[in-house]
């Protein structure tokens, strides 16, 4: 059967189940811990006719290839799902024909799931290019689809990518279009491949910005590994996942907390990249922007409060939600509302109508 589907890089996260379909008739299939539950990952098909610098399924690695029967598949996520070994499926696959054949086959197979009954989560993959009427198509039998960029930039792409389309019209285009059908943001995503192109962090903030701004709700980040036999493995080396762990919280902190990517200009250092840290990138913000601080909790909007470190969405709301119902906004309150832990990360940064705030926590007296 065909391998997982690429872009999950934790070991520990991956796992297989075997499954009786009939007498005689047996299947293994991958599987990933995703962080809703563990789904069936599967790649319809290893055959791919693409050159991707970076992938151990382009068409110059030497491997057994293979590719799954629609039937045979549905069959196995039915019974998967009928066992409890999953809850759900992410379906992706090489290009081992023309992209919107390929895409077209993925979405058959999930709308011959819809039509036997199968009501749990599906993830499927756009190939580049695909058109219009069959984005709609996949958005309608799908909970999410996604569309890969793999680079933060047309000449990174080429770089590494230089088969598998157009980068600005046939990915980028293609999934402002499938963000701009889906008008929900939790159903389309993409991911980059860090490391592998030239990309710099503030080429990939600046990307992912944009991308959020028009509906694109996860932005994923795969540290580059080189692949033995790949051309890439040649010159570059891997990337460490805490880089890609600071991309993940700037895309939360551009997503949910209003941040813009001129705020992380500070903490770039001469390459564009951000520094390894071992404190929070939203504490790393506040530290370099001291012109933000103090924040006044009595009266200050929404956005500035989600500045302060220890202040996320939950806590910011509360704190409004607590000052329209006319409390007034004590320590005591505060540290009620966050949280003792977090009340003394934010204490330095707010300002309490005293010059030097108490760092002993409230609560306690
Ligand atoms: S299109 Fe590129 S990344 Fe995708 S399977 Fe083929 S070679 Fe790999």
């Known amino acids: 059967m065909p391998g997982a589907a690429r872009g999950s890089t934790d070991p520990r ?40 610098r970076y992938c151990p399924f382009a068409v110059f690695c030497r491997r057994a290839r293979s590719i799954w029967r629609r039937e045979k598949l549905v069959r196995t996520v039915l019974r998967a799902t009928r066992e409890g070994s999953i809850r759900g499926l992410f379906l992706s696959s090489g290009l081992y024909r023309d992209p919107e054949d390929v895409t077209l086959e993925l979405v058959e197979t999930v709308e011959e799931l819809r039509a036997r009954g199968y009501t749990g989560y599906v993830h499927v993959k756009l190939m580049p290019g695909a058109p219009g009427w069959l984005i709609k198509r996949a958005l309608e039998s799908a909970d999410r689809v996604s569309l890969n960029l793999e680079a933060a930039s047309a000449s990174s792409f ?25 008008q929900s943001p939790a159903k389309v995503s993409t991911q980059l491949v860090v490391g592998a192109g030239d ?27 080189p692949v033995p036999g790949t051309p890439l493995a040649e010159k570059k080396g891997p990337v460490s996942p805490l880089r890609t762990g600071l991309l993940y919280e700037a895309s939360r902190l551009l997503r949910d907390y209003g ?34 601080f103090p924040v ?30 006319g ?17 003394r990360r934010a204490a330095p940064f707010l300002d309490l109508g005293q010059r030097h705030l108490p760092l002993r926590d409230p609560l306690r007296g």
């Open 259 to 292: 941040y813009e990517p001129r705020d992380f200009e500070p903490l770039l250092d001469n390459g564009d990249m951000l520094p390894v840290t071992t404190r929070s990138l939203k504490e790393e913000l506040a530290r370099a922007h001291p012109e933000w």
């Open 327 to 343: 409390e007034r906004i004590t320590p005591q309150l505060l540290a009620r509302l966050l949280g003792s832990a977090r009340f």
């Open 13 to 52: 996260k991956w796992g297989r189940v075997r499954l009786r379909l009939a007498p005689g008739d047996e299947v293994e299939a991958p599987t990933y811990e995703s962080v809703g539950g563990r789904l069936l990952k599967i790649l319809y098909s290893t055959r791919c006719r693409m050159d991707c």
């Open 199 to 225: 990309d710099t962090d503030r080429e990939i903030i600046m990307l992912t910005w944009l991308l959020h701004r028009d509906g694109v709700g996860v932005v994923h980040y795969s540290p580059y590994t």
């Open 296 to 325: 006044d909790p009595a009266r200050a909007p929404l956005w500035e409060l989600l500045r302060v470190p220890g202040i996320g969405p939950r806590t910011a709301s509360r704190i409004v939600e607590a000052r329209s119902r």
């Open 158 to 182: 080429s770089e590494i990518a230089p088969s598998k389309g157009r980068w600005s019209s046939d990915l980028y285009g293609r999934l402002l279009l499938a963000a701009e059908y889906a």
